[in-house]
């Protein structure tokens, strides 16, 4: 099984840069989201979608934008890249919580680390 | 809002040693409480949860019991392997699932 795949694993870029970092699982499932993780601050959610055609800002969505086209793809652009989004992003999925609510035991991918000189 | 804080690493600790990981948390209502586990160059993955008071989640050796009257849910092993060394990440689901800062965990021979 793959599982949640995202490419690049590495990605260094100049401020001003566009790029989009690519996720796909192939679990069918409904939910779908996007995670920086910076040291000392663990996780912090940037967008999510809870199905096609379907997404919503996490805490921190500023720079970025999402779609959700498919069920199995959930890619992440960042518009204009900025040093302060040097980071680690993680996509993870999931079958959507009761009631439609936030899920509980999340499927990670292994990570794009990603530096903005 | 709600939020979790644990422990500050890193932890070091000789092989079959006992682990103990403190996370407190605070939050308006009742939520589920969880360990991840990230091994180096590995995404996060789920290693026990408890979804009400006085329940124990375990797996792979590790224990959480969820305190209600001490908001916590620390987490421990007996007798630790080379094996453990990760980042462990407290979290909680209430409304959305928040995580902890992580602990580094790293066991020697």
């Known amino acids: 099984n793959a599982g949640v795949t995202q490419t690049p694993k590495f990605q260094v870029l100049k401020t001003g840069q566009s790029m989009t970092l690519q996720c796909a699982q192939d679990m069918n499932h409904e939910y779908m989201s996007w995670y920086r993780q910076d040291p000392g601050m663990g996780l912090r959610l940037i967008h999510y979608?809870?199905?096609?055609?379907?997404?919503d800002q996490g805490e921190v969505p500023n720079g970025y934008n999402v779609s959700r086209s498919t069920t199995e793809d959930f890619p992440l652009r960042l518009l204009s890249a900025a040093p302060s989004q040097t980071s680690v992003y993680f996509c993870?999925?999931?079958?959507?919580?009761?009631?439609?609510?936030?899920?509980?035991?999340?499927?990670f991918g292994s990570g794009t680390q990603l530096s903005v000189l | 809002g709600d939020s979790v804080t644990q422990m500050e690493g890193p932890v070091t600790l000789s092989e079959e040693a006992f682990l103990t990981i403190n996370c407190t948390y605070t939050?308006?209502?009742?939520?589920?409480l969880f360990w991840y586990v990230q091994y180096p160059g590995e995404g996060l993955q789920l290693l026990l949860k408890a979804t009400k008071a006085d329940d124990k989640g375990s797996n792979k050796g590790f224990e959480a019991t969820y305190r209600k009257e001490t908001t916590s849910f620390h987490l421990e092993k007996g007798s630790v392997q080379v094996s453990d060394s990760a980042v462990y990440f407290c979290a909680l689901s209430w409304g959305k699932l928040q995580f902890g800062a992580g602990t580094q965990v790293v066991v020697t021979p």
């Open positions: 993870a999925s999931s079958y959507s919580g009761t009631g439609g609510g936030v899920p509980e035991k999340l499927f």
């Open positions: 939050a308006t209502g009742y939520p589920s």
């Open positions: 979608s809870v199905g096609a055609g379907i997404t």
